[in-house]
């Protein structure tokens, strides 16, 4: 079983997408071999306000560059704090185990706060979507 939630359409026609400036919306493209495209959105910035969140980190030994994920998706926390929504677009042929690999790597920061280990949230909103064809 995943913890994931699925997109949903509104009757009000509203979306997912972030509109508060302190808000984005991540999404990160998962490629077979472990490559990660990732990018942020939110209704109310313009593209060039975005475009330096976005980054492919390419896989390390066949799969996810975790730390690299994990790296660049702290860097897009620490600057949209109250962001919590981040969408896994997987191919098709993508694993199981990478998919959770990719989960696991959205969801927390370990950070060492006083010689202790803690573990606050990054994108603890996690819904699992696939490309239109």
Sequence with gaps: VLPASVPTISEAGDNDTARDLDKVTVTMTLAPDGQVTVSAANNDMLPEELAPYGKTIPSKDGTIN???????????????????????????????????DAMDASRERHVVVNGKSVYPQMFPAVVVSSLVK
């Design 66 to 100: 975790a730390q690299a994920v994990n790296d660049h998706l702290w860097s897009i926390k620490e600057k949209f704090r109250k962001s919590k929504n981040v969408v896994i677009v997987p191919s098709d042929d993508v694993t199981y185990e990478l998919l959770i």
